[in-house]
């Protein structure tokens, strides 16, 4: 089944305490992406990738790192989480995404609920 | 940076009447894309538009993209009520380091049977 992993689905973690984020996709796509959810703000993109080792901001990126070192993968790191934090992150995956071809359909995984204290 | 803005925020509706969400961009769009989210869920594809005036429809669901490229429009004729949830459009831009999205705040619709 073509899908959208996240772990974990929901984590309660402190100021300051260094977490991963995993996201994996077995599409085969090029382009993956991460967003936060929050009320009232929609949709607000972190940082994307549009292939392995090719990584770039997005609009809200402080705070965040990620790495693409296989096609798959696509996890984000927050090095020291603060409670601003605190959200509904969404990882993405779409086909395409290449200079001069917009972006595809993007598959969302189930998101990840992170509370920081 | 591109900023697309989606009106209403919220919208309550009756069983079987008309809704319509707008969405506009700061920038000409390459092109515009619409997901849902139903309640509890995570966003979900419905369609992508490209060509200037380009008009899509599936069953009760119509989708416009403007003629400037900067507008959009989602309409939902006879609402039901597995109609509800939150629907975001989401313009795309290409860029010299390559292609993104920027989503709207999104509309939440509920729907009263």
């Known amino acids: 089944e073509a899908q959208v992993t996240q772990n974990p689905r929901y984590l309660i973690t402190v100021t300051g305490k260094k977490l991963t984020v995993t996201c994996s996709q077995n599409?085969?796509?090029?382009?993956m992406s991460w967003y936060r959810q929050d009320p009232g703000l929609g949709l607000r993109q972190i940082y994307y990738?549009?292939?392995?080792?090719?990584?770039d901001k997005g609009d809200v990126p402080e705070g965040y790192k990620v790495s693409r070192k296989e096609k798959r993968n696509f996890p984000l790191i927050l090095e020291s989480p603060s409670p601003n934090q605190t959200s509904l992150y969404f990882c993405?995956?779409?086909?395409?995404?290449?200079?001069?071809?917009?972006?595809?359909?993007?598959?969302f995984g189930p998101g990840t609920r992170l509370t920081v204290l | 940076g591109q900023q697309v803005m989606q009106i209403p925020q919220y919208q309550h509706v009756q069983e079987g009447e008309d809704f319509t969400t707008y969405c506009n961009s700061s920038t000409t769009l390459s092109n515009i894309q619409w997901y849902k989210q139903r309640p509890g869920g995570h966003p979900v594809f419905l369609i992508q538009l490209v060509k200037s005036g380009e008009v899509k429809k599936q069953k009760r669901l119509t989708f416009q993209f403007g003629e400037a490229k900067k507008n959009s429009s989602l309409h939902i004729t006879a609402t039901q009520t597995t109609d509800v949830g939150t629907y975001f459009c989401a313009g795309g831009k290409l860029e010299t380091s390559g292609s993104r999205l920027t989503f709207g705040e999104g509309t939440q619709l509920t729907v009263n049977p």
């Open positions: 599409m085969n796509h090029e382009y």
């Open positions: 990738s549009m292939n392995v080792e090719v990584t």
């Open positions: 993405a995956s779409s086909s395409r995404g290449y200079p001069g071809q917009g972006v595809h359909e993007q598959f």
